[in-house]
């Protein structure tokens, strides 16, 4: 491909946040990875974007595609106010931090939450549902993921509504200053807490555990280290789980038959979570990767230097990969879709967000039988990072 050649989304900016899927089809049909200017960025600034699966799913688990952008002269605000977490590190680096983190983080610790994800399910839709109409978002897609995170990692009762808007303006931001302001404020949260559980007496939660779990070499968490992974837990411990449940809902609700399907037998709500996570997953694309040393992908030439971003939301509707891709089909077996990512930088949290899903999805449908759509939804998330409604307005 001509690298002199530039696609400048900032043409299909409405489109890319109303509703993608035709331009990454469009896009594919000319090939499977192009070099684009993204909307929103600098006029002369060109990345190259993946669209297709297989090409997407090489690169996530491509080593020579490195996630430390300092390799290549790169910074970002997170990574400075912050510290490194395991989306901007390499091996072995990032082998060290997550051997680290899953000593802590275990199925194991997953497994025992189920019993408290379905009573927090239970207590909001005990609220919620006498009301007849709320928006989903607010009233369950959003509250049960962040009092599940926030309770795994031991942070306090905070005021939720602040928290979620500064999480927001962090995986999309509204301008450059917010953004900034979002994360310092983020990173002072998490330096006093760090400093607070350092303290006080050790308890059960999952950042003490953090800042007391040592490799058999005697190996720990810096300072600087435990605040990036608190970050990451904090911001990507909910932020996905709030768009797997409100674009799945939303599939559901705007597919009647798939929506009976499911009614009437849900022993298929397993495979209708995977399929709501291929057909509108809730990361839109991943985090930039950095081309620490020539490579080809689909006969197009990567130069050293070059950054790279990998649609997510792109491959899930790749026809080569599955067939008829833009039907939700809850009996399609989805399993191989890239929503939680491929290769060593796979999503940590995937199977909490899977079993916060399966809970809030199934147990709403069954005390709501009713449930239907009220009204129009919010607009979709801006940028190409996350991809979710910022309300959705239901009636039972």
């Known amino acids: 491909m001509d690298r ?16 993608p899927h035709p331009v990454y089809a469009r896009l594919r049909a ?6 684009v200017r993204l909307p929103g ?87 919620m549902l006498p009301r007849g109409r709320a928006d989903l978002i607010e009233a369950l897609a959003f509250p049960l993921p962040i009092t599940v995170i926030c309770e795994l990692l031991g942070v306090p009762d905070m005021d939720r509504a602040e928290f979620r808007k500064m999480s927001t303006e962090v995986v999309a931001p509204t301008s450059s200053q917010s953004e900034y302001d979002a994360v310092v404020r983020l990173a002072e949260y998490l ?32 300072a600087q280290e435990l605040r990036g992974m608190a970050y990451l837990l904090l911001i990507a411990g909910h932020e996905t789980t709030v768009n797997l449940i409100g ?26 979570v995977e399929e709501m996570l291929r057909y509108e997953g809730p990361v839109h694309s991943a985090t930039f990767r950095y081309a620490a040393e020539p490579l080809e992908i689909a006969g197009t030439l990567i130069e050293q230097g070059d950054h790279l971003v990998v649609g997510l939301t792109a491959s899930g509707r790749d026809g ?64 190409l990072l996350m991809r979710g409604m910022r309300s959705l307005p239901v009636r039972w």
């Open 41 to 127: 960025s600098d006029p002369d600034y060109a990345t190259w974007l993946v669209v297709g699966y297989e090409e997407a799913r090489a690169a996530l688990a491509d080593p020579r595609l490195a996630k430390d952008g300092h390799k290549i002269g790169a910074t970002f605000l997170d990574e400075e106010m912050i510290g490194k977490h395991l989306l901007a590190t390499d091996p072995p680096q990032h082998t060290r931090l997550r051997a680290l983190v899953t000593r802590a983080f275990t199925m194991r610790r997953v497994e025992r939450l189920r019993p408290r994800i379905q009573q927090i399910t239970d207590d909001l839709l005990d609220e």
């Open 247 to 272: 674009n799945g809902v939303h599939a559901l609700l705007t597919h009647p038959d798939q929506l009976a399907a499911l009614r009437a037998d849900m022993s298929l709500l397993d495979g209708a």
């Open 320 to 383: 080569g990969r599955y067939d008829d891709p833009d039907r939700f089909d809850i009996r399609r077996d989805a399993r191989g879709h890239l929503a939680f990512g491929h290769g060593i930088h796979f999503c940590l949290g995937a199977p909490l967000a899977r079993l916060e899903g399966r809970t809030a999805v199934g147990t709403l449908l069954q005390r709501a039988p009713e449930l239907a759509l009220d009204g129009t939804p919010g607009e979709w998330l801006p940028g």
């Open 191 to 222: 330096t006093g807490l760090i400093e607070d559980k350092r303290c006080s007496r050790p308890t059960d939660d999952l950042l003490s555990d953090l800042l007391r779990t040592t490799a058999e070499d005697g190996d720990r968490l810096s």
């Open 4 to 19: 002199r050649r530039v696609i400048d989304l900032e043409e299909f900016a409405d489109e890319l946040r109303r509703d």
């Open 30 to 35: 000319q090939g499977p990875v192009h070099r």
